[in-house]
């Protein structure tokens, strides 16, 4: 007897959140739009010493170094209280919130990506196709990833500037999802991160033709299934593009044989992505591993750069140090809570090794 085929599951108890217009978004497409959704004064606040940290003279695009920076944090708040109704929807999507981990990932911070674009790329062609982009990837760096693995379950981008099209907003493959999907049930070894995992996503894009980019206004919220592949677009405008990049991390592992059928969203994508009911006879072969992130390394090594300019343009304004909004200035516990909250407990993966260098755009 062949496996059944996938249909939607309507959720046991109705979304309190999502629209059932929005529900089946998700589904079909691998992610939502929530317009409008920060809450402004983490915006402003944030955003007011983006400038400073950079180093770049907003004023003077000659000053503009780098096309494209990745930023360390230096506050964190909790997301429910940076985008309430982003993340309630998010909760839904989750299959409620007693499904997500209440630490890990759970705190949103200004650790920024900014695509500067450049003079050059503004009087370059736009991209037809992204199809033969490399870098196409999904989120992880700490994690053995196996097609039950909801260590990055979402990703989430925060826009904390308006994108315009061809202004640097991330591409999406939509049909690149299902093919991600198939490739994990057909590596129950797992993928690890850096080392098998790449160009797995530059493979299958290239047989791929659904695809989209971020354009948005300043706070909307993009949330896009951890599997959905992505890849940084070129900013032709030669404008700061400023966002973040955050997940959402799950307690459990995705559980693809429920016998009740409460299957979460996230979970009706993947069954949607194999088109089967349920995934019964699916099973690691090898164990869960955890590690410390690889990225965090080379966005570490900016901290005391961008501290020091910090202090500097707060004397400037006649303050002091303690002027300075900064978990690196706020002592054992602050760092303490941010390590724990960030993975950086975990081992090093030394085969994997640590991205000392930012990659490039
Ligand atoms: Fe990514």
Not at 31 to 45: C, F, R, T
Not at 347 to 354: F, K, M, S, T
Request: contains cysteine; negative net charge.
């Amino acid at each position: 007897m062949s496996p059944e085929r996938f249909s939607p599951y309507p959720p046991k108890l109705p979304y309190k959140f999502l629209t059932p217009q929005e529900a089946d978004h998700f589904l079909t497409h691998g992610w939502l739009k929530v317009p409008n959704a920060i809450m402004p004064e983490y915006i402003d606040a944030w955003m007011a010493d983006f400038w400073v940290r950079t180093g770049y003279d907003e004023h003077d695009k000659t000053t503009w170094k780098d096309e494209y920076l990745h930023l360390p944090h230096h506050r964190q708040v909790r997301h429910d209280q940076f985008c309430p109704e982003a993340w309630n929807k998010i909760s839904d999507i989750c299959g409620g919130e007693a499904r997500i981990d209440p630490e890990r990932e759970r705190w949103i911070g200004d650790n920024f990506i900014a695509n500067f674009g450049s003079e050059a790329r503004s009087k370059s062609q736009f991209e037809n196709s992204p199809k033969e982009k490399k870098g196409w990837h999904f989120d992880n760096d700490w994690y053995r990833h196996f097609l039950d693995s909801s260590g990055t379950a979402l990703t989430i981008v925060h826009c904390f500037t308006d994108i315009p099209p061809h202004g640097g907003g991330t591409w999406l493959c939509e049909d690149g999802i299902a093919r991600v999907i198939q490739h994990l049930y057909d590596h129950p070894k797992g993928l690890d991160p850096a080392l098998t995992t790449s160009n797995v996503c530059d493979n299958i894009v290239k047989s791929c033709e659904d695809f989209t980019s971020v354009v948005a206004k300043r706070g909307d919220v993009f949330i896009l299934h951890g599997l959905l592949p992505h890849v940084a677009s070129f900013n032709h405008l030669h404008y700061a593009r400023v966002i973040t990049n955050p997940h959402v991390t799950l307690r459990e592992p995705y559980n693809l044989n429920r016998p009740d059928d409460d299957y979460s969203l996230l979970e009706q994508v993947i069954l949607r992505g194999l088109d089967r009911h349920s995934v019964p006879e699916y099973k690691p072969t090898r164990e869960r591993m955890y590690w410390y992130p690889r990225n965090w390394t080379f966005k570490e090594a900016k901290v005391r750069d961008e501290l020091e300019a910090m202090i500097t343009a707060a004397k400037a304004k006649g303050l002091d140090e303690n002027a300075v909004d900064s978990i690196w200035l706020k002592g054992e516990q602050a760092r303490i809570d941010f390590d724990e909250r960030n993975g950086l407990l975990l081992p090093v993966n030394e085969e994997a090794g640590l991205e000392l260098r930012q990659h490039k755009l």
